[in-house]
């Protein structure tokens, strides 16, 4: 009988939940080993909520899981810096630009609010060990590949004017509309109680081309001088550097609808190819129950946290135990019990060496787990269980240096700190006034060492050093 050795060598197949198909599916990119993923990025006019990073670190758990079944991941993230309109969500075209409402209170450029919010949001990224994605192309510099795709649009008789202002995508000309929200044509048609533009025929008709000589950012285009309408940056910018279909196109839950039905149907239709094979939404973050708005005073930005004394990869922790399908429900409390996790995972480790063979066994189970549509609570509950088994401390480290690789959880660059020599002279120092009963000396040399960063632990046998 021939046998497998289970080791570096081990494939096994990952499977995603498709919102598309609402069911999980084995994931087959449509080139072997090669993978591209899109990631909607941030609106940059104010800073992302703690909600938005729980989004962005789905993504690069995504992107490292694939990584790890070495895939090579080619992942492309825009940043909208013009045309998302603040009613945008209701698909209604008539609120204002999110950007130009920013600068205009911050006395400001747009540019200037754009390039701020862009800079505070990677520096969050980064202090989530978030990987950086391979594209980060900007909204305001592909006006061209916009113009393209409503070009198209417009000779196949998809886009009509709407008033004089809106030049608008018709839904009623895409026969799948719909499919990947479940919403019916005729629903969004009788159903809709959102003020439309007048000149729509369905109210869910969205601009592809929003017309107006005084927006702060304006360019010129076929449609006379304007600006974008927000769903068509995704499909211009994901199409610019992935082609015509994506294989994984990530995003909020927030975004089903109308943002992703909306670029399914504006890039289907001018390119007639499918867009995206494989649609992963993240559920929505939940402060003490209640979903996050800036108005209920639950909305909390990375920095809140830090300044409260918690290590930014305490909150990733905290995501790490929650599945992405699920509500990820914040409190203090849940925070501060990552952190003591995330703590103890250190202290543990710190003082093994890794060695250079791991534990296969658990190797095997931790990947089951990831490539199950990304079931992060399992694989972190099973790098527990490796930290209390009994295998060789240098094995646990091997393979706990392994599972970092999609943790992210730094666990490769912590060590137990040697105490200095004048530390170890003056607890010397001590042991012998302590022999002599000599407390009050002995406790004063003891507040000079907690002093230098140095807590000293008495046991039966000889005093311990731990830093502070
Ligand atoms: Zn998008």
Redesign the pocket.
């Known amino acids: 009988m021939a046998l497998v050795r289970l080791g570096e060598d081990f494939k096994m197949k990952i499977r995603l939940y498709n919102t598309l198909t609402r069911k999980k599916e084995e994931f087959k990119p449509l080139k072997p080993d090669f993978v591209r993923q899109y990631d ?2 941030p609106t940059v006019y104010w800073y992302a909520h703690i909600g938005n990073m729980w989004r962005y670190l789905v993504s690069d758990f995504l992107r490292r899981t694939l990584e790890y079944n070495d895939y090579k991941v080619k992942q492309v993230m ?1 940043i ?1 810096d013009v045309g998302h309109l603040t009613e945008d969500d209701l698909a209604a075209d008539t609120g204002e630009d999110k950007m130009a409402v920013a600068a205009k209170k911050e006395k400001k450029t747009p540019k200037q609010i754009a390039d701020f919010y862009t800079k505070a949001f990677f520096k969050d990224t980064q202090r989530l060990n978030i990987l950086r994605p391979h594209l980060i192309p900007k909204a305001t510099e592909h006006i061209g590949p916009m113009i393209e795709i409503v070009k198209a649009l417009e000779k196949k008789g998809y886009a009509y004017w709407a008033g004089d202002k809106y030049f608008v995508y018709d839904i009623s000309k895409f026969k799948s509309y719909g499919k990947l929200s479940g919403k019916k044509l005729a629903e969004l048609q009788s159903g809709a109680r959102l003020e439309s533009v007048p000149g729509k025929k369905n109210p869910f008709d969205f601009a592809l081309w929003i017309k107006d000589s005084k927006h702060l950012m304006r360019w010129d285009s076929p449609w006379g001088v304007g600006y974008p309408g ?2 068509l ?2 499909s211009a910018m994901s199409m610019e550097y992935l082609g015509p279909t994506l294989d994984i196109h990530t ?1 909020g839950e927030d ?1 089903i609808f109308p ?2 039905e909306n ?1 399914i149907a504006q890039s289907e239709a001018a390119t007639g190819k499918k867009f995206v094979h494989y649609w992963l939404h993240v559920r929505h973050n939940l402060v003490d129950g209640a979903k996050m708005s800036k108005s209920k005073g639950n909305f909390f930005i990375l920095q809140d946290l830090i300044d409260k004394g918690y290590d930014p990869l305490a909150f990733r922790y905290l995501c790490l135990t929650v599945h992405y399908r699920k509500n990820l429900n914040f409190t203090w409390e849940s925070l501060e019990g990552a952190q003591k996790a995330l703590n103890k995972l250190r202290q543990q480790t710190a003082a093994w060496q890794a060695g250079k063979k791991g534990v296969p066994e658990l190797e095997k189970r931790f990947l089951k787990a990831i490539n199950n549509d990304l079931d992060l609570p399992k694989a972190l509950a099973i790098t527990w269980d490796l930290l209390k088994s009994n295998y060789q401390q240098s094995a646990k480290k091997a393979t706990l240096l392994k599972f970092d690789k999609i943790l992210g959880l730094g666990l490769g660059e912590y060590q137990i700190a040697e105490a200095p020599q004048k530390v170890n002279l003056l607890v010397k120092k001590r042991e012998k006034l302590r022999k002599q009963a000599k407390w009050q000396e002995a406790d004063g040399i003891r507040k000079q060492v907690v002093k230098l960063g140095w807590q000293i632990e008495d046991t039966a046998k000889e005093p311990k050093l731990k830093p502070v």
Do not use: S
């Open positions: 909607c990025g825009n909208t927000w769903h940056e995704c995003g975004n943002h992703h670029e």
